[in-house]
């Protein structure tokens, strides 16, 4: 029996608690105080992962570095004018479904014909919604494309084959703009009261084919750009131009 190292007169006895003579054993075989054998408290990594990231939708500016001055204006002329004709997409196929609906509705369950008024806008809509379509198509570069072939091609030969084929899309379509003017000169005036006339529908032909025309002019200006400036254009992500 002995004393406890304070003076205090107290019998000093064996613990009561093993673990803390593990401890203390530990520490004196290793000659290290314990405090400084635990590890320091690591900083964790930010919980947001990095696809959180705010993602920067296709088309935007920083998508082509690269672009210079020429061609980042046009593309965002090019941008513009594909945001109306998307409105105006969704607005005429709107209008198509919900004069439809309306149409069926009334004649199959109240009874009530709604005329022939319906019909002249899910026509006149149809065919506007069909030509549009393939403006905005053309708009994404998904009109004509030739996958199979240009992924075996190198950046430059790409290029390339892409600016033949803007060429040939342009051909296409002054065709279709020439054989839209001929049919507004050749449809005849129905009979009897239409909301939208035979005319006024043929008039989309030409319309549409000139605007496929505006946007496959504007991206081979940017790839004519890209060949001169011998520069590598971005991959076109398949969710947007």
Do not use: C, N
């Amino acid at each position: 029996m002995s004393e406890s190292a304070d003076g205090d007169g107290s019998q000093g006895g064996p613990s009561d608690d093993p673990s803390a003579e593990h401890d203390d054993g530990d520490a004196a075989v290793s000659g290290v105080p314990i405090e400084s054998t635990v590890p320091p408290t690591r900083r964790q990594p930010s919980a947001l992962p990095e696809a959180a990231a705010p993602a920067v939708a296709a088309g935007d500016p920083v998508d082509f570095p690269d672009d210079s001055r020429l061609a980042r204006w046009v593309r965002s002329a090019d941008r513009v004018l594909g945001h109306v004709e998307q409105a105006a997409l969704f607005a005429l196929l709107g209008a198509v479904v919900l004069t439809a609906a309306a149409a069926a509705l009334s004649e199959r369950v109240l009874g009530v014909p709604l005329g022939r008024w319906w019909f002249d806008i899910v026509r006149g809509g149809t065919f506007s919604v069909a030509m549009l379509g393939a403006v905005f198509a053309t708009h994404q570069r998904r009109h004509l494309a030739m996958d199979l072939v240009s992924r075996r091609l190198a950046p430059r030969s790409r290029l390339g084959l892409r600016i033949v084929l803007a060429l040939f899309t342009m051909f296409v379509a002054a065709l279709l703009v020439r054989s839209g003017l001929h049919q507004l000169d050749t449809v005849g005036e129905e009979g009897g009261d239409h909301l939208i006339s035979t005319h006024s529908i043929v008039t989309f032909m030409p319309v549409g084919a000139v605007l496929i025309i505006a946007h496959t002019l504007i991206h081979m200006v940017i790839d004519i750009d890209y060949v001169v400036r011998r520069k590598h254009p971005p991959e076109r992500a398949r969710s947007g131009h």
